[in-house]
């Protein structure tokens, strides 16, 4: 029996690998809860890398197997378990809040699957020593510096104060950008810790009036993001809300008139100067009732882009062992993604951060790239 | 300074006064059955979203829609207590306390499937028009949230010292069988009692919907609040519950000053182990010999 079984197998594999490979990829992404909107933006452009990919007709197909994180770690690391040991995925992307990425990168680092991941920016991702991770954005430290360096030199900033998430991300991101601005001779008059269920900021403004900054960096989701912004409206503040990667369009919707002023970093906007930018755009909108791609819209695209690349490269036999994907990602050299050149260092952290940043403001309603 | 901590006190007063309406529920059935209804929280948050879907889903006015959400909470409460409470009416009184717990799984779950769990924007027009008092600005739905949460305590506080419901209320709660030998039906003021404590509940939530962010986890952190104040104001003692709640709500507010915001929920707690500490039978104990 057990023989019958494993001359099955066999013989599954050769008949799979003869006919048309396929690869399993599994996407782990919030599809629910307060992150929903990022993970939901993700699916669509990694979406669209897919389809483009099938069409092209390699006789390789990918499968994407999704999973819903919520971005709740234990949630995260289920669905990790789950696509690997019941599914059994070749290659898994995902990670947008940075707690649920550390916690399914443990299953992933386990079984010696190579991750792909897209958003989750605490620097720890990367420096933990797993060799099986692959970040293609900047990591928070670099955001952080990057940030603090744009309101020192471009806006103004002389006072800040920072209304951060207590969790792996924020208090990196909060660290980072307040030891950077300090030592950039910005004042940080306040840094307020916050929960992801706290939804009223009311007397967190009234602390943060009389303290005057001139910026209040804010790294939240976008509805408690919308909340502050609205709160300081209230309260009559006119600083403007800073953020970082995580407030897209649904922010400035919700806030309105609020976040008028509010100005962020970003890895990637429509406006996009490069050919491969613009025809991922032009692409985007096609597929998608002529909506117009984000940031978590490229970074789905471009990590599927990643994959795509390193199976063309691995695999003459069409195999694709998790070994040889591992190689073939880490060996990834200059990959033109829609957010830039894409090439990995040693840790598996995407190289040549200071391009990848885009200054976007809010003109009275109207995102607008900076130069 | 001075217009700072006048904007704390007034956030306070606002935030004090919806944990008083909705503990004020809470207590009430605690009063009159001895058990803590932990499903308490989830009814503040169907009231937000009956509020929610009536106002900006059916475009009714923010009136009916706060009306809607009184009737759509104090429906959930009788049809709690009809399916959960009354068969338990005579169970050790550990099962009624689990079943609440199990009842208030239930409704986050039911909220889930139903309406989702993305978080969602109760915009009414209040909440972008700011008003000024003396020195500080706030919104105008917060001034309503306070106003209308004020006049709901003292209509609450005349029903049950003046009226005659409010009358057999107390007599149940201090007596059941005595209450029924005087002839008060004690089914129906247990229903109404569901019915008004559900109902302030469900009117909070519309009121602070929003204020908030509406999702089907948000009645948690109220309940945990709630329940601290019950037990602060002396399990059932409606005095002790609203004395209890304002605290609780300025404790919150100025424990800014002194604190990181990420940390104010923990003040609830102290304030409890504290006054249980120091008078464990709460502030106001409306029932000394029961509660030792």
New interface residues.
């Given amino acids: 029996m057990k023989r019958l079984l494993a001359f099955t197998s066999v013989f599954c594999v050769l008949s799979s690998a003869s006919f048309a490979a396929e690869v399993k990829v599994g996407f782990l992404l919030p599809l629910s809860g307060g992150g929903a909107e990022y993970g939901q933006r993700q699916l669509k452009g990694a979406n669209l890398a897919i389809q483009e990919f099938n069409a092209q007709g390699t006789g390789i197909t990918i499968k994407l197997l999704m999973s819903d994180t919520k971005c709740v770690p234990v949630e995260a690391s289920n669905a990790a378990e789950r696509l690997v040991e019941r599914d059994g995925i070749d290659v898994m992307i995902g990670g947008t809040c940075s707690p649920e990425a550390i916690s399914a990168l443990r299953v992933t680092q386990k079984s010696k699957i190579p991750h792909i991941v897209p958003a989750a920016a605490a620097t720890s991702i990367t420096e933990a020593g797993n060799a099986f991770v692959f970040r293609i954005i900047p990591n928070t430290k670099q955001i952080a510096e990057n940030l603090a360096d744009v309101l020192a030199d471009r806006m103004g900033g002389k006072q800040l104060a920072t209304v951060y998430l207590n969790d792996d991300f924020g208090i990196d991101l909060n660290t980072n950008l307040v030891n950077r601005a300090q030592s950039k001779g910005i004042k940080v008059v306040a840094q307020e810790g916050i929960e992801r269920t706290t939804m009223d900021f009311f007397a967190t403004v009234a602390k943060l009036k009389p303290l005057n900054p001139d910026v209040v960096v804010a790294p939240l989701f976008n509805k408690p993001a919308a909340q502050l912004a609205r709160a300081m409206r209230e309260q009559g503040m006119t600083a403007p809300i800073s953020d970082t990667i995580m407030l897209t369009d649904e922010f400035h919707q919700l806030a309105g008139p609020a976040a008028y002023g509010s100005f962020q970093t970003t890895f990637f906007h429509p406006s996009v100067k490069t050919e491969r930018g613009k025809a991922f755009v032009e692409h985007f909108k096609a597929n998608n009732n002529g909506e117009l791609p984000g940031n978590f819209e490229a970074e789905g695209y471009d990590s599927v882009m990643v994959l795509v690349d390193a199976l063309k490269r691995s695999g003459a036999d069409k195999s694709f062992s998790k070994e040889a994907l591992t190689k073939a990602i880490r060996e990834t050299k200059a990959l033109p993604g829609v957010m830039g050149p894409i090439t990995f260092d040693q840790k598996g952290q995407v190289e040549a951060v200071a391009e990848k940043f885009v200054l976007i403001r809010n003109d009275n309603g109207t995102l607008r790239p900076m130069d | 300074?001075g217009?700072?901590l006048l904007?704390?006190l007034v956030?306070?007063l606002?935030?004090g006064s919806v944990y008083t309406v909705t503990a004020l529920g809470l207590t009430m059935v605690y009063g009159i059955l001895n058990v803590m209804n932990f499903a308490h929280g989830e009814v503040f948050m169907v009231g937000a979203y009956c509020g929610y879907f009536l106002f900006a889903v059916l475009g009714m006015s923010y009136p009916v829609a706060i009306l809607g959400a009184i009737a759509g909470a104090a429906a959930t409460g009788v049809l709690m207590e009809a399916v959960v409470f009354r068969p338990l009416r005579n169970a050790p009184q550990l099962s009624p306390l689990i079943a609440s717990l199990g009842v208030s799984i239930f409704l986050q779950n039911m909220a889930l499937l139903l309406w989702?769990?993305?978080?969602r924007?109760f915009n009414t027009p209040f909440?972008?028009e700011?008003v000024r008092i003396f020195v500080?600005?706030?919104?105008m739905q917060?001034v309503i949230v306070f106003i209308v949460c004020a006049l709901l305590i003292a209509a609450l506080y005349f029903v049950v010292q003046k009226t005659a419901l409010g009358k057999s209320m107390r007599a149940v709660a201090l007596d059941p069988e005595a209450a029924a030998l005087m002839g008060i039906d004690n089914r129906r003021v247990i229903v109404a009692t569901f019915a008004i404590g559900s109902g302030l509940a469900g009117v909070a939530g519309a009121l602070v919907g929003p204020?908030?962010?509406i999702?089907p986890?948000?009645g948690i952190?109220i309940i945990l609040k709630a329940f601290a104040i019950v037990i602060m104001g002396g399990f059932g003692s409606i005095q002790g519950t609203v004395v209890a709640g304002f605290i609780l709500g300025l404790a919150?507010?100025f424990g800014?000053?002194i604190i990181?915001?990420?940390y104010?929920?923990t003040i609830a707690f102290v304030l409890l182990i504290g006054t249980l500490l120091v008078r464990p039978t709460g502030l106001f104990a409306e029932r000394l010999e029961e509660n030792v």
């Fill in positions: 300074m217009e700072y904007t704390l956030s306070g606002v935030t989702s769990p993305t978080p924007m909440v972008d700011v500080i600005s706030m919104s917060r204020i908030l962010i999702n986890f948000m952190p919150e507010s800014i000053l990181p915001s990420a104010i929920d």
